[in-house]
């Protein structure tokens, strides 16, 4: 590895961190993929010598004879000095001293009568709990009459084994979605605007059924045209996803 490989990957983290600043939110993908360019990074710089190549194993062992401070010598090390013990200075005691009797204690004087607890006052019975208002519906999408939206969502069975594998159930849209996916919804579907497509994952994830969720696309459908020619199997396929949604 050298500094143009260096460069490469810089340019992967700057490419692959300007995706996710444009999502406001980190996939788990993304974020396995930038611990490794990171990772990749960090392994090419430290096999690196001062001229940006791969510094072999002698060249490192040569750098460290060449620094004094690193060499090993055998002289044996200096011993600090031995102190000599001096037993303690024995002091006697008269016997005039040892007589006095001692001083008699005094005697603390007893401690106050306890004060009669205050009597306590009974508890104010609790209040039974106000009903929570009920909430407001949500507002339904009404869903669209066009016959070409409507063709959008006819389903088909799949029937070989890699579309049967392509069909697993998903928990949550944002994260079963690729970043290139991700990107090829934004600007195809919902006209290039990231937080138009946040919005509508968020609100499909928060639906229980397909039928809930099919008026919801067919407003997209006709508010951003994927009717069109270019746009048709794209709308599917994020139709298909949706789909998996609610298996």
Do not use: C
């Amino acid at each position: 590895m050298n500094l143009q490989q260096a460069k490469i990957l810089l340019e992967k983290i700057n490419s692959l961190y300007k995706s996710i600043s444009m999502d406001g939110e980190i996939a788990t993908i993304e974020r396995d993929l930038m611990l490794s360019y990171i990772r990749q990074l960090y392994e090419t710089f430290h096999q690196m010598d001062e001229n940006g190549t791969v510094a072999s194993p002698k060249s490192r062992d040569a750098k460290v004879k060449q620094n004094p401070d690193l060499e090993i010598t055998n002289e044996p090390a200096v011993k600090p000095p031995v102190k000599k013990y001096k037993p303690p200075r024995i002091i006697e005691i008269p016997d005039t001293v040892k007589e006095t009797p001692p001083a008699p204690k005094k005697q603390a004087p007893p401690p106050p009568p306890p004060k009669p607890a205050p009597k306590s006052k009974p508890a104010p019975k609790p209040e039974p709990p106000k009903a929570p208002p009920a909430p407001k519906p949500a507002p339904t999408a009404t869903g669209s009459s066009n016959p070409k939206i409507k063709k959008l969502f006819v389903f088909k069975e799949a029937k070989e084994l890699s579309e049967k594998l392509s069909a697993q159930p998903i928990k949550d849209l944002t994260k079963s979605m690729a970043i290139n996916d991700r990107l090829l919804y934004t600007n195809d579907l919902f006209g290039k605007d990231n937080n138009a497509l946040n919005a509508a994952l968020k609100q499909l994830n928060g639906l229980s059924s397909m039928d809930q969720a099919q008026p919801m696309l067919e407003e997209l459908a006709e508010k951003y045209d994927w009717t069109s020619e270019e746009k048709t199997d794209t709308a599917i396929s994020l139709i298909k996803l949706v789909r998996r949604r609610y298996l």
